[in-house]
């Protein structure tokens, strides 16, 4: 089983960044695809980054694309999310999720507790 634990988050400004880290325990994240989910209120749970295992691959949300980065360091067992001029739009708890494959990232994988993350207009 993977342990999944998120950080970063906070309240920037419109126009800020932030760097949210998702650092894995119990099993090799190397291993897995890994997503960054995020959850607005009364929205539903939408994925807007996703990293293949081996980092080769990236794939982005149409909402965030140009501005969030997914990155990995499997030597540290961790997956960031660079997010660069930030909209209030982009409020919501963001959450980290593992599995085997790209395709199994969701409701099959491994769920972190989330971080809030808040942009003030």
């Known amino acids: 089983q993977v342990q999944l634990l998120e950080s970063g988050g906070g309240l920037v400004q419109a126009g800020g960044s932030l760097r949210l880290s998702c650092a894995a325990s119990g099993r090799t994240l190397s291993n897995y695809a890994v997503g960054w989910f995020r959850q607005a209120p009364g929205k539903e749970r939408d994925a807007v980054a996703r990293?293949?295992?081996?980092?080769?691959?990236?794939y982005y949300a149409d909402s965030v694309k140009g501005r969030f980065t997914i990155s990995r360091d499997n030597a540290k067992n961790t997956v960031y999310l660079q997010m660069n001029s930030l909209k209030p739009e982009d409020t919501a708890v963001y959450y980290c999720?593992?599995?085997?494959?790209?395709?199994?990232?969701?409701?099959?994988?491994?769920w972190g507790q989330g971080t809030q993350v808040t942009v003030s207009s």
């Open positions: 990293i293949t295992p081996s980092g080769a691959n990236t």
């Open positions: 999720n593992a599995a085997p494959t790209l395709y199994a990232l969701g409701p099959r994988g491994y």
